[in-house]
């Protein structure tokens, strides 16, 4: 059975850093990209970043270049978002999600096919 499960979330401080993981059991996952995406209440879903199946390659989302940093150890089977900088506008639901059939980051939701369920990281003034 395919799953993708995040941890890593939390409540912190304006300013401060959490790092999300996403542990993955996807047979094909060292094949394809993964992303992270993120949905405040009452908002809609939102890219955040991406990574390349090989882990060479990002894509941003502006707001978060420069504080965030998504990486993967494919050996592991895990995927990452290191998250520094933390702002009250932060506060959302965290999703990863993998592709099936893209090699490169991508900030299309329509090009990933599977998705954890989500962790929360609430950033306080």
């Known amino acids: 059975q395919v799953q993708l499960v995040e941890s890593g979330g939390g409540l912190v401080e304006t300013g401060g850093s959490l790092r999300l993981s996403c542990a993955a059991s996807?047979?094909?996952?060292?094949?394809?990209?993964m992303a992270w995406f993120r949905q405040a209440p009452g908002k809609a879903r939102q890219f955040v970043g991406s990574?390349?199946?090989?882990?060479?390659?990002?894509l941003y989302e502006d707001s978060v270049k420069g504080r965030f940093t998504v990486s993967r150890d494919n050996g592991k089977m895990i995927a990452y978002l290191q998250m520094e900088e933390l702002r009250p506008e932060d506060t959302a639901v965290y999703y990863c999600?993998?592709?099936?059939?893209?090699?490169?980051?991508?900030?299309?939701?329509?090009?990933?096919?599977?998705w954890g369920q989500g962790t929360q990281v609430t950033v306080s003034p």
């Open positions: 999600t993998s592709s099936t059939g893209i090699w490169d980051p991508s900030a299309n939701g329509n090009e990933y096919e599977w």
């Open positions: 990574v390349d199946h090989s882990g060479t390659k990002t």
């Open positions: 996807i047979y094909t996952f060292g094949s394809y990209a």
